[in-house]
């Protein structure tokens, strides 16, 4: 599973928070909504708040990281 989201904490080490947005219909009145979800990724590569990166699923690196950051896709 791939995502592209925006970093918005690396307080953590090793660790940033990056937030995926998705639009869905709502399945009775068909408005449009903006879902977000907050994904903790393991981060090599040294990313800065604002940043949009590509994240990836992997095998756990802990109990609440599942993902990886791959590239920043733009500053």
Sequence with gaps: ???IGK???????KTAVVEVERI???PLYKKRMRKVRKIKAHDE???KVGNKVRIVSVA???KDKH????EVVSK
């Design 1 to 3: 599973m791939e995502f």
């Design 7 to 13: 970093v918005v904490s690396t307080k953590m080490a």
């Design 24 to 26: 869905v219909a709502h």
């Design 45 to 47: 590569i040294g990313v």
């Design 60 to 62: 756990p690196v802990s």
């Design 67 to 70: 993902f990886k950051i791959v």
